[in-house]
T-cell receptor, first 110, second 115 residues
């Protein structure tokens, strides 16, 4: 399984951009990079995923390094509702097994 | 669409009791999963089912059994509950198939306390 490294916690001011990094240096060529977030007392929810190119959706952007050993989840304007734990998960080589690490706990300061 | 539905939402058991956690999805997904999350921790995979009729162990399968009853339903059974199984249990589903780029959809969880 590809291992990931994420900071334990980060802070951001409200309405400012947030860049959440993830290192996945052992990722294989066919692994997609998935991001999920978990709000307090809720189940995780899907945010975004990509393979090689940068990806955008209404929630966030995903920037993937050219060598694919790292990626960055970008929240363009943080809101208080974005306070959550964010998980980066490479997926593909082990097929059906999504493995969650401990993620990054994002605090948004009003 | 209800998505992924888990029952019950809360449960308290005494050590040694048994119970089954139920999970159903209405998205016609092939794969289903059971995770547990202990306080302050990330999610750990207990069992998963790649398709109807198949089940496989995840990271922490000891003390649990599962049944993929049909394509919609995937249940998790605790035969003899122990305090170490106090946790929040999440069921999830995904459409699946190579190249494994289908996102997971989660239920709202079952909060289980074993005394």
């Amino acid at each position: 399984d590809a291992k990931t490294t994420q900071p334990n916690s980060m802070e951001s001011n409200e309405e400012e951009p947030v860049h959440l990094p993830c290192n996945h240096s052992t990722i294989s060529g066919t692994d997609y990079i998935h991001w999920y977030r978990q709000l307090p007392s809720q189940g995780p929810e899907y945010v975004i995923h990509g393979l090689t190119s940068n990806v955008n959706n209404r929630m966030a952007s995903l920037a993937i390094a050219e060598d694919r050993k790292s990626s960055t989840l970008i929240l363009h304007r943080a809101t208080l509702r974005d306070a959550a734990v964010y998980y980066c998960i490479p997926r593909g080589s082990t097929g059906n097994q999504f493995y969650f690490g401990t993620g990054t706990s994002l605090t948004v300061i009003p | 669409n209800a998505g992924v539905t888990q029952t019950p939402k809360f449960q308290v058991l005494k050590t040694g009791q048994s119970m089954t956690l139920q999970c159903a999805q209405d998205m016609n997904h092939n794969s289903m999963y059971w995770y547990r999350q202990d306080p302050g921790m990330g999610l750990r995979l207990i069992y998963y089912s790649a398709s109807e009729g198949t089940t496989d162990k995840g990271e922490v399968p000891n003390g649990y059994n599962v049944s993929r009853l049909n394509k919609r339903e995937f249940s998790l059974r605790l035969e003899s509950a122990a305090p170490s199984q106090t946790s929040v249990y999440f069921c999830a589903s995904s459409e699946e198939g190579f190249p494994y780029n289908s996102p997971l959809h989660f239920g709202n969880g079952t909060r289980l306390t074993v005394t």
